[in-house]
């Protein structure tokens, strides 16, 4: 009998590696090229603004300036944990048992397969598409993909992939999903102060008001590149365990509790710069989108990333020629496919997923330039250099 392999379990061949490292993988050997790589789909701080002076908090301190900085009744618990993934190990280790299933709407979240993943669980994408401006379908479609192991519906405000928001009524729809089939609702809010007109959004808490099954997740200090603390916050009614396992398992370090709390007490100020950056940064996109007629953009009311349909039959073929074949001054940029945000069935129409939260305006210009005369070599238009 073979004994398989002697030096790592099943469950590790399930890890996905996050898509930009996933082609670092595939291609390695364009690493010889020696060409610099501007990565347009950059989802990790390029820098972070660490604190001069720390000053020492304790957790309940915390937890009430969160609970009022939040809005947050006593009816809800708040837990500060280290980062995000201790929280959605937290949102899957207890609302699923192994092979339990969660329903999300597509695009995916770009780290949510890995987070499935690792915990044995399975993703079930309800797909979404372009032409439809990736609104939910409706309710029958979403109940034909729920079935007895279908435990958690998930979805972020807005998408982590392409900024996507939902109406109010698509909302409703899926309260009352999981209101019938008595599923939890897990909502990540950590991108929600980058929405447009915020006073017309609607979020799920705003109309899920006392529901008992749903947890809300928030990396409060991520998008600001600051830490990746994270805030879970969920009723009172569900078991009190949770805290018990967020105690043992992911403690909060002081330095993290005096960062948070630097945030909360300097938050107008936060905010307001992240969002004049973020516009100025929207405008370089823009600026890329309207200099050229044969692509067209998906824009949603958040900002942070956006979805470009090129003029192209295959993303996948395109990225691979990006890495491995062109170059303008020994520079190339990466883009990601739209492929690897839905079903494996979904097809490559030449989609790309640009994200441009953490990268700085000089170098999205740059890799936007850059982006433009590859696409011009690569349709033909303009003869290599």
Partial sequence: MFPGDLYSSRRMHLYDSFIFNLYLERFYYFLDRDVQIINLFSVKPISTHPLNRIQSFQEEEAIQKLKEFLELGEEYKILILPDQFSAYYLLFFSTLDLNDEVITPAPIPYFLKQYAHSLSVKLIPIETSSINDYELPLRGNIEDL??????LFYYSEPNFSGGITYSEESMERILFLCRNYHLYIGVDETLSHLIREPENFVQMRNISLENERLIRINSLLKDFSMDDVTVMMFHTALPQRIELIARDLFPVSPYQL?????????ARDILADRINEMNQKRS????FIDNREDISSFYFQGIGSVFIKLPISQAESFVEWLLCD????????????????????????????????????????????????????????????
């Fill in 326 to 385: 062109y170059n303008r001054d020994k520079k190339t940029v990466f883009v990601a496919p739209s492929v690897h945000f839905h079903s494996d069935d979904y097809e490559d129409e030449g989609e790309i997923l640009i994200d441009y939260r953490y990268l700085n305006p000089e170098m999205l210009e740059e890799g936007l330039e850059i982006l433009q005369d590859a696409l011009d070599q690569y349709l033909g238009l303009k003869k290599e250099d």
């Fill in 146 to 151: 729920i079935t007895a192991r279908t435990k």
């Fill in 284 to 287: 370089i996109i823009q600026n």
């Fill in 258 to 266: 005096a960062s948070l709390v630097y945030f909360l007490d300097n």
